[in-house]
């Protein structure tokens, strides 16, 4: 009875559902909210130079901007890259929309690169197959949280002369190759939504090394407005005066998220340990089942996983995708499905992006499921995490 699965009228392995991803906050993350609230500054206050602080000490990055989120960020790097109408940007094909559509708010033209077919990561030899003389920058994704091939990524920059953008809204704290991503690519950028890593409840921010991006990306974030005596174009005026010196937004976080966000950082090391360990017992678990094939792990990526994917070896079941999918839901296994190909959603297909674009792309999308992953998982939590998945495989297995 008790291996029957519950989507055909079995016992759940869970009486209670659990998510796939859930942030984690504590007394002293109320408390730091709750001070903003009695001060006077509830935008436009200190926590925000005081995030940005932290954020470049986690990281190594010189400069950090705090945003209103991880698509403002993007929007802001892509700005602050001078990226335009007529320019072409390479983006992988296996990521949240925002990644791409930050291309599209700037008047320039996504092109999708394949993944490589072991770390789900942007293929490299693609992303050198769609450079042309348009080519202005390249946003790799760190997919899960682990980085993309940055080493390879960097050559390919050079030589093009192409600026790197790093959308690391999976990989906080992850380290590649001895540096912390945010110190790493022309511009990281990160989010904060309550899924990631870390949050601020919506929140984002982008490094950069470069003092001159990140001049720019301060004047993108706030309506093109600086008030900086050092960057006023007429000093004649008393200090009221303010210029607009170029188009840009209100991309502003608040001074209550700020404060939310660092006083998550300062348990970022203890989120990454947890996850880290979560990570290591599903590799452990699922090693030996034939059906599933593991995300490869490069040795330069000292890897904070944000996501847990595994990828069906359909030839070896009886079923797809979307019957273990709802055979795992039915457990009470919250799994869900990390991505759709950016070009396969019905608006970028509108555009006249062809299916086939990414065959690695299309054909992981059609086999991955995604495991619940997060820092306040209990053991037992994983355990039924574990036990839902072989109960599920073992009963479709041929
Ligand atoms: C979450 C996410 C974003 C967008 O971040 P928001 O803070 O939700 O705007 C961008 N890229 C990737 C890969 C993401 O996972």
Known sequence: MKSELAIYGGEPIRNKRLNYGKQYIDQNDIEAVCAVLKSDYLTCGPEIPHMEHKLCEVTGAKFAVAVSNGTAALHIACLAAGIGKGDEVIVSSITFAASANCILYCGATPVFADIDHDTWNISIANVEQKITSKTKAIIAVDFMGQAAALNELKEICLKHELLLIEDAAHSINTRYDGNNVGSIADITTFSF??????????????????????????????HGITRDENLLTDKSNGNWYYEQQLLGYNYRITDIQA?????????????????????AFYNQEFKNINEIILPKEINQSDTTRHLYIIYLKLELLTTDRKTIYEALQAENIGVNVHYIPVYRLPYYQSLGYPKGLCPNAEDFYERCITLPLFYSMTDDDAWDVVCGVRKVINYFRK
């Open 193 to 222: 939504h309550p899924v990631k890593t870390i949050t601020a409840g919506e929140g984002g921010a982008v490094l950069t090394n470069d003092i001159a991006l990140y001049r720019k990306a301060i004047l993108y974030r706030a």
């Open 259 to 279: 404060a939310l966000c660092c006083s998550q950082l300062d348990k970022l090391d203890a989120f990454s340990c947890r996850r880290k360990e979560i990570v």
